[in-house]
């Protein structure tokens, strides 16, 4: 079993930035895939980035390229998605997620079996 535990996010306006933190705990060979994915009302989930720490590979959703940024702290068992010029589209709750991601070829590949509870990111213009 996997916990996530999410915190960082909050309001700021169009070209803000945010730091969402999630931290982890429980069985460290099912969180070999970490992600972020958020979700907006009336609109589906959303894969917004991936990292698998085997290999160090991480995915981006094309719509965040660029600006946002997935990290890892495996001393501190964290991952981190640091998100820069944000727009009004990137509203949403976003969902730290977990897997065991056994012999991926890479992030792209993850899919997810454990989930945070969500914090929400309101970006005004």
């Known amino acids: 079993q996997v916990q996530l535990v999410e915190s960082g996010g909050g309001s700021v306006q169009a070209g803000g930035s945010l730091r969402l933190t999630c931290a982890a705990s429980?069985?460290?060979?099912?969180?070999?895939?970490l992600g972020w994915f958020r979700q907006a009302p009336g609109k589906e989930r959303e894969g917004v980035a991936f990292?698998?720490?085997?290999?160090?590979?991480?995915y981006y959703a094309d719509s965040v390229k660029g600006r946002f940024t997935i990290s890892h702290d495996n001393v501190k068992n964290t991952v981190y998605l640091q998100m820069n010029s944000l727009k009004p589209e990137d509203t949403a709750i976003y969902y730290c997620?977990?897997?065991?991601?056994?012999?991926?070829?890479?992030?792209?590949?993850?899919?997810?079996?454990?989930w945070g509870q969500g914090t929400q990111v309101t970006v005004s213009s």
């Open positions: 997620a977990a897997s065991a991601g056994i012999l991926l070829l890479s992030a792209r590949n993850c899919r997810f079996d454990y």
């Open positions: 429980g069985n460290p060979s099912s969180r070999n895939c």
């Open positions: 990292v698998y720490t085997g290999r160090g590979s991480t």
